[in-house]
């Protein structure tokens, strides 16, 4: 068990969020390392809370593919693995294809705005170096245009799929060396639904997909020697 362990209180947070986004960062840094057991007693003691949100935070990590919860055996820090990777972001690529393809037609002059505001959002949030601020401002960047398609359905399933995104989100920002390419691509996506042009803004989000892929790839890979 790290010795880092801290939680990180959030006055407007329920406990079991504020366990949750503590053992969340603590895996995402490799504080908590794959194969590790999340022991309810151990971290309680560790937390200064009771089991009971440590115990709900587990089943959160769950959701996201952070840990794994053996019958009998308890909770484990997840690694991460090739095809479940390839899974989510397969159906990532074809959904977002669509989200961009959508918005091009109906994407309000008000969204652009906001769509270039977050964008610059992202920017600013590289500076901080911090995952969480990171992640959060990636997503709000993608919601403006998810939002854009004025498809609730199509709305629901990219939702759906943030939690068991998020690893792969994370694990990708977190390497410096592909903030100026997303900062670029995410320039290019915005600059394709302001022109409305479909063939072009659809390439450019199949790239996006495709380069996290590849780095996300590399690092399972390299996780696994």
């Known amino acids: 068990m790290t010795d880092h362990l801290e939680l990180n209180m959030d006055e407007y947070l329920p406990l079991r969020d504020v366990v949750f986004h503590t053992l969340r960062e603590a895996i995402l840094r490799g504080d908590l390392l794959p194969g590790e057991r999340l022991m309810e007693i151990q971290l309680a003691s560790r937390l200064g809370v009771s089991r009971t949100p440590i115990r709900e935070a587990i089943h959160m990590l769950e959701k996201e593919g ?16 090739e095809k479940d990777m ?4 397969e159906i990532r690529e074809a959904l977002e294809e669509l989200s961009v393809q959508v918005a091009c037609d ?17 920017e600013e949030s590289l500076k901080s170096e911090d995952l969480r601020t990171m992640a959060k ?3 709000e960047f993608h919601d403006v245009i998810y939002q854009a398609t004025d498809n609730p359905k199509l709305v629901n399933m990219l939702n759906n ?20 390419q997303l900062l670029a691509e995410h320039e290019a996506i915005y600059e394709g639904i ?3 042009d479909k063939p072009a803004v659809t390439e450019v989000i199949r790239k996006h997909i495709d380069n996290q892929v590849a780095a996300v790839l590399h690092m399972i890979r390299q996780q696994d020697k």
């Open 194 to 196: 302001c022109k409305k």
């Open 106 to 122: 109906k994407i309000t002059p008000e969204q652009i705005a906001l769509l270039k505001e977050n964008m610059i959002k992202f």
């Open 137 to 139: 401002a990636d997503e």
């Open 161 to 180: 799929l943030r939690e068991p995104m998020y690893r792969y989100r994370a694990e990708y920002l977190k390497k410096p060396e592909n903030h100026e």
């Open 86 to 89: 390839r899974d989510v972001l």
């Open 66 to 81: 952070l840990a794994i919860i053996i019958p009998r055996r308890g909770a484990l820090v997840a690694g991460m693995t």
